[in-house]
Structures are given as structure tokens and as C-alpha cells.
């Protein structure tokens, strides 16, 4: 069956009706050696469990990253797996105990759910993973869906190398590791495929405390686009997934500002990403809307869900300073000031909090200086309406403009 007789349209490649597409023949012999060497290198005795028991060769076959229970991949898995599309889905989860995670799930023939273990931060873990796949489905793999991620929320300025290093080798190196094992096989199948990489709706918009999770997917968004041209003579597809707010576990809190003198004049409200599984998307409905666009025989190029996904990307129609303010008002970072203690002030607060330290004041928990508030405000300080915000020594004033 050709590609253009399948359900992911596009070129034949390597195939004897190659269609109007040219098919750069070396490159895909290429592809094809590796494909080969890479799924007999890799084994197939890693463990796996099993929902479903449809095995037909003609139904597509989707790869998952990220499938633990309570993400986006795990309902993502069901619906693609469950009908009307019926796919045979391979889930990956980075720690073996997970791979009960879909015991209890019901998923009818021909559609079936096969989880496996998989670390897209090792690369031998990802080869071997992939290598089974193709191995179990006689070297078909159709759909990549890349959803393994990590988040963390916190000031751009507390955000560590660490830190950093964690969210993008997770978010951004996983993702380009797993994607490029998979192209071969696509490649090597003459089906042509689909990659469909997970990113969010603020990769075009920034938001506060959210600034490293926000570059990551940005990034993402980036490669999608540069691998949609790279992949159009194989008939590959790629997508960006431009999701809004959901209901997951994605969000790592962070103790805002820790390290610096001075915090933010109040915690993030309630509509920021501390607080967007509460108010987001369930991740049911999300995954629905997503599988239903990926199932397409021409896929949409980015795919737009979740909640205020739209209103999003309806902002990018103003100017960027108009957008930042808006945003910093939102956040209610627009109407406060916070007022710098002077250097006497601020020893005076650090012996404050050292002498409060363990003792319960009438304020309640300080900041991470001890027990208690410390109120302390600069001479200069004036007047003005006063609020109370957070700081490594203490609680500092801060005024509101």
C-alpha cells in the first residue's frame, strides 16, 4: 500500500509510484541500512504490558512518549488505541513500575495499548525501546507522538544550571534523540509517517515564572518547523501541538525568588501555572481533540487545545509590549512596586529574623529567613499604599504604585 493510499498521505517513497514528489532514492537507502542494522542491534525482552489484543497489520501504528498515568500521553494512548481510529499504540514510561499505569483500561479490538519502559534522556534506552516496536510490528511504525516532558515553575532568575539543564535535555535533546531514531524506519516502510511533537501554547507568548519551561517548548516549536520542510520529500508530516491549559502533572512548583533579597510583591493568582490544573482542560477531552486532527489524512500543521489556547494566540495580533503588559497586569505584577531596603535596613531585618528565628509571630510564616514577619521598609520608602511580599530574609514591604 502506497502512502497515498493510506491513511498519512503523501509520496511514496522509494516505491514505484513515487508520484509528482521527487525521492531523494540515497537518502532513503541510507535511512533504510540504518533502520535495518538499528532494529536487529536492538532486542525485544523488554518488558511489556499489554490492553487490548488488536495485532491486525493494516491497522496504524502510533509510538507515545510519556504515558505514566495523570499526563496528557496516557489519555492521549486511549483514544488513539479505542474507536473510531482503533490505532495499535506503543506508551513508553521512564520507570518500569509504571507499566501497569493502563491496568483497568478497556481498550476493544482491533485497538490495542503496549507499554514499555523508555528513558528518552539514554540514548541506549531509547534505540532499545524503538527497536522493539518496530521488531513487534514487522518494521512498521507510522505516528511518533513526542510527549514526554517536564515542567518547572519559577522566577527566571532563581532558575539554576541544574534546573535548566534538566527541563531542556528532557523537553528538547529527548525529544530530537527519540525523533531521530524513528525517521529511519519511517523512511525505510515507504508509508511516509507522522511526527507530532507536544509543546504549549506560550511558546508564543511568555509568561512569568514559567520562563525556562516556556524556552523549551519554544525551542520545540522551532525544530517542528525546520523538520516539516526537512521531512517533505519522505512524506513525513510534522506537527506542533500548541496546547493550552490542561490538567496534568506536568508543573514542578519551585520556591519563588529563594536566593534573592527581594521576592515578588504577591504569589502568582490563581489562573498561572501553580494553579492550572485546577482550571485547565481535562485531559481527556484535550486528548480527543488532538487524536482526532492527528488521525487526518493531511494533519494539520499546528494543533490548537486546551483551554485558553485561542485566546493565546488571538493576543499575538497586538504588538509585544502591548502583550507583556497585559500579561504583567493579569499577574498583577503592574501594580506593584517593591521598595529595596537600604543596607542598614537589610542588617536590620537579617538580625530581626535571627532573633524570631523559631518563634510564631502575628503575622504567620515568614519568608525563608525563620518563623514570623519581619517588616521592614526603606527610609525612603514615603508614602504610599503598602502590601507585604517575599524575600530570603524575611518579609520586606513593598508599595504599591
Not at 488513539?80 to 476493544?108: E, Q
Request: with cysteine; hydrophobic share 45%.
Amino acid at each position: 500500500m502506497s502512502v497515498a493510499d493510506g491513511p498519512y498521505g503523501g509520496s511514496n517513497v522509494g516505491g514505484s509510484d513515487a508520484g509528482a514528489r521527487a525521492s531523494p532514492s540515497a537518502a532513503a537507502a541510507a535511512v533504510a541500512a540504518a533502520s535495518s542494522s538499528s532494529a536487529t542491534a536492538a532486542g525485544s525482552d523488554l518488558p511489556v504490558f499489554s490492553v487490548g489484543s488488536g495485532r491486525d497489520g493494516e491497522r496504524p501504528v502510533v509510538l507515545i512518549t510519556g504515558c505514566s498515568q495523570g499526563g496528557i500521553g496516557h489519555s492521549l494512548a486511549l483514544a488513539l488505541a479505542r474507536p473510531p481510529h482503533s490505532h495499535r499504540v506503543f506508551g513508553t514510561v521512564r520507570h518500569p513500575s509504571r507499566l501497569n499505569d493502563f491496568s483497568g483500561c478497556y481498550v476493544p479490538p482491533p485497538g490495542s495499548v503496549e507499554l514499555l519502559p523508555m528513558d528518552v534522556t539514554d540514548g541506549e534506552s531509547v534505540r532499545r525501546a524503538v527497536g522493539a516496536v518496530v521488531k513487534r510490528t514487522g518494521g512498521r511504525l507510522d505516528v511518533l507522538v513526542n510527549n514526554a516532558g517536564v515542567g518547572w515553575s519559577g522566577a527566571a532568575a532563581e532558575c539554576g544550571r541544574d534546573e535548566a539543564g534538566w527541563v531542556f535535555g528532557v523537553n528538547v535533546v529527548g525529544l530530537m534523540g527519540v525523533t531521530r531514531e524513528v525517521i529511519p524506519h519511517m523512511v525505510a516502510s515507504g508509508r511516509g509517517g507522522k511526527i507530532v511533537n507536544m509543546g504549549s501554547v506560550t511558546s508564543y507568548i511568555a509568561l512569568p515564572w514559567s520562563s525556562v519551561y516556556v524556552a523549551s517548548k519554544s525551542a520545540v516549536r522551532a525544530i517542528t518547523s525546520a523538520l516539516r520542510m526537512e521531512l517533505m520529500p519522505f512524506g513525513i508530516q510534522v506537527a506542533f501541538v500548541a496546547a493550552g491549559s490542561v490538567r496534568t502533572n506536568i508543573v514542578k512548583p519551585s520556591p519563588l525568588y529563594a536566593h534573592l533579597p527581594i521576592g515578588p510583591p504577591t504569589p502568582p493568582p490563581p489562573s498561572s501555572t501553580h494553579q492550572h490544573r485546577a482550571t485547565g482542560t481535562d485531559p481527556d477531552a484535550f486528548a480527543a481533540a488532538v487524536a482526532a486532527d492527528v488521525a487526518k489524512a493531511s494533519m494539520p500543521p499546528t494543533i490548537v487545545a486546551g483551554r485558553w489556547a485561542w485566546v493565546v494566540l488571538v493576543l499575538l495580533m497586538f504588538p509585544e509590549w502591548v502583550i507583556e503588559w497585559i500579561v504583567a497586569w493579569r499577574y498583577g505584577l503592574s501594580l506593584v512596586k517593591v521598595v529595596v531596603p537600604t543596607k542598614q535596613a537589610a542588617a536590620s531585618a537579617a538580625a530581626a529574623v535571627s532573633l524570631s528565628e523559631g518563634v510564631q509571630g502575628a503575622g504567620g510564616r515568614g519568608g525563608s529567613g525563620g518563623e514570623g514577619e519581619v517588616a521592614v521598609a526603606a527610609e525612603e520608602e514615603g508614602e504610599g499604599r503598602e502590601g507585604i511580599g517575599m524575600a530570603g530574609y524575611g518579609r520586606v514591604r513593598v508599595k504599591q504604585a
